[in-house]
């Protein structure tokens, strides 16, 4: 039962990550018919959704390191899908944005939940 619950954990980080791998697969095209094609969009659309995908790594990790090199993988598999996707082309800085969200979402969860947990006396893991 126990690996069970630490498994179910990793459930938001794979929900985060299907959503970041759906808007991958959209078209440069459509993305800028749709309006949020503008670079300011497209900057704070990597900077959330990254801050998300490290939150919900770092909820099943427990470990800023691994929540960080997990999320910089991630974010490299993700730019270079976006080699196959049409009118779309990889960004090294969308890797840089994504690692600033990550990086402080990381820096919030490693410094802020310990000191709730003890506060409120909730168990480690």
Known sequence: MKKNKKLL???????VATIIFAASTIPGDQIQASGYGQEKYQ?????VL?????????????????TVLICFVYA??????????PQRSPQ???IAVDM???IISTL??????????????????
Do not use: C
Request: net charge positive.
């Open 9 to 15: 954990r990793w459930l938001p980080s794979v929900i």
């Open 43 to 47: 900057i704070n659309a990597h900077f």
């Open 50 to 66: 990254y801050m998300a995908l490290a939150g919900a790594v770092y909820y099943a990790s427990q470990n800023p390191k691994r």
């Open 76 to 85: 490299l598999s993700d730019e270079f899908h976006q080699v196959f996707t």
């Open 92 to 94: 090294i800085f969308d």
């Open 100 to 102: 600033v969200g990550v």
């Open 108 to 125: 919030l969860w490693s410094t802020i939940l310990p000191k709730f947990r003890k506060h409120k006396n909730l168990p480690k893991k």
